[in-house]
């Protein structure tokens, strides 16, 4: 079922006429420079009340700024999480090995290492729950700065490299925009997202819980330990913007002291750069297609992964067969198929079972289980549209 869809001037239309409506977003608290403390701090244990306690970001006016310290980086193609932009940061304490590399596994980080996400969007219309749909990762943030005159953040998470393994602390930002609270039991954050063509589309956006942060993050079922997920060579082998001029992103680590070992990065694995074109023809296009399923989906439908039972395994490195889905009658999906009979059909994406559950909104079909409440009509596009350019049937 697709999302209900109205006019942006219907839209705020109705906004306007509600007697709660506001005359403009939020307009910012004066910053309280005491409750951040931009030095970043790794913290042993326990769970602190606020993000601020980790000193790996600050406010300065109309910013959002990193630490000292504190490098940003990015992914070639990012999870989707209902269209939020996203602000990631490392961080290694003084003194701390760098990570070692792996070819395909994350990397291995010391203990120390605090990883930072923050969700946001662009503010839009009137409203302050008003959002609007950016598909460039880089919207708003220069290198080093966030522009806060001009988004709102909803949510920031924290993975920390601990003696006893990585731990995830969630985040929310309060409607000051200046603050945040601990939300380990999770919250839903009502929004209205707006896109280009003036449509609107109703987000109940989900900040996970701390054990639905494992349901991802536990990558081996064997062992049960979180591990962070985007920080493997082939999701950050490309270039960045930093403020400083673009540079690869494994040389500025090695560079920096965040990495080291591993090959040239002409050597190294790369996955392609996607940020929703659906201008792709052949390789390029199964090129995309497998990296956006890789960094979806792969986390989780791996020999290791929590959905391992299901015998769909799709990792880069397996190949277009039974194992990817191609003419497989899923092992339990109940009511997930939608009535299809494989997987994958070859050349008809609507027979095929893939991209019926990257549609759904149904809590008992709907793939992923998490991180998002509406489709991502362009990833289902592009999965769709390589599924239809393969050659056969079952």
């Known amino acids: 079922m697709k999302p209900v869809l109205i006019s942006l001037a219907a839209a705020l239309l109705l906004a306007a006429c509600g007697n709660d409506a506001p005359d403009g977003p939020a307009a910012p608290a004066p910053v309280d420079t005491a409750a951040w403390d931009t030095a970043p701090a790794f913290h042993a244990s326990g769970n602190p009340a606020r993000l601020e306690d980790w000193g790996q970001l600050g406010i300065d006016g109309e910013r959002l ?8 980086y990015a992914l070639n193609t990012a999870l989707f999480s209902d269209y939020a932009l996203k602000l990631r940061t490392i961080w290694l304490p003084d003194g701390a090995q760098p990570a070692q590399w792996h070819d395909d596994e994350t990397f291995d980080f010391p203990v120390g290492t605090v ?4 969700f946001y969007y662009p503010r839009a219309g009137n409203s302050f729950d008003a959002v609007a749909l950016e598909r460039d990762p880089n919207a708003h943030f220069d290198g080093a700065a966030l522009d806060l005159s001009s988004v709102r953040l909803i949510e920031t998470r924290v993975l920390v490299r601990r003696e006893d393994g990585w731990a995830a602390i969630p985040y929310v930002w309060n409607d000051d ?3 945040t609270r601990l939300a380990r039991s999770g919250a839903f ?3 209205t997202l707006l896109d280009a063509g003036g449509r609107t589309q109703a987000l109940s956006y989900q900040v996970p819980d701390v054990n639905q942060c494992a349901q991802c993050h536990v990558t081996n079922a064997s062992d049960g330990e ?3 997920i985007g920080p493997r060579a082939r999701h950050i082998n490309g270039d960045y913007p930093y403020a400083d001029g673009e540079q690869n992103q494994l040389d500025h680590w090695r560079a920096g002291g965040l990495l ?6 002409a050597d190294a694995p790369r996955n392609a750069v996607w940020h929703g074109e659906l201008e792709l023809s052949g390789m390029a296009l199964e090129t995309a297609a497998r990296t956006y399923i890789d960094i979806n989906c792969a986390h989780c439908h791996s020999r290791t992964g929590h959905a391992r039972t299901s015998g769909l395994y799709l990792e880069p490195a397996d190949p277009v067969g039974p194992g990817l889905g191609v003419c497989k009658p ?4 109940g009511r997930g198929t939608g009535n299809r009979r494989y997987s994958i059909v070859p050349g008809d994406s609507h027979a095929s079972i893939f991209t019926f559950r990257m549609e759904s909104l149904r809590a008992d079909a709907m793939m992923p289980e998490l991180g998002r409440s509406v489709a991502h009509e362009e990833g289902v596009a592009l999965v769709a549209r390589w599924i239809d350019a393969m050659a056969g049937g079952c």
């Open 177 to 179: 925009q200046r603050s």
């Open 260 to 265: 080291t070992g591993g090959p040239d990065p």
């Open 189 to 191: 954050v009502d929004l």
């Open 115 to 118: 990883i930072t996400k923050t």
């Open 330 to 333: 899923p092992i339990a999906a």
């Open 65 to 72: 700024v990193l630490a000292a310290g504190v490098t940003p």
């Open 226 to 228: 979180l591990r962070p």
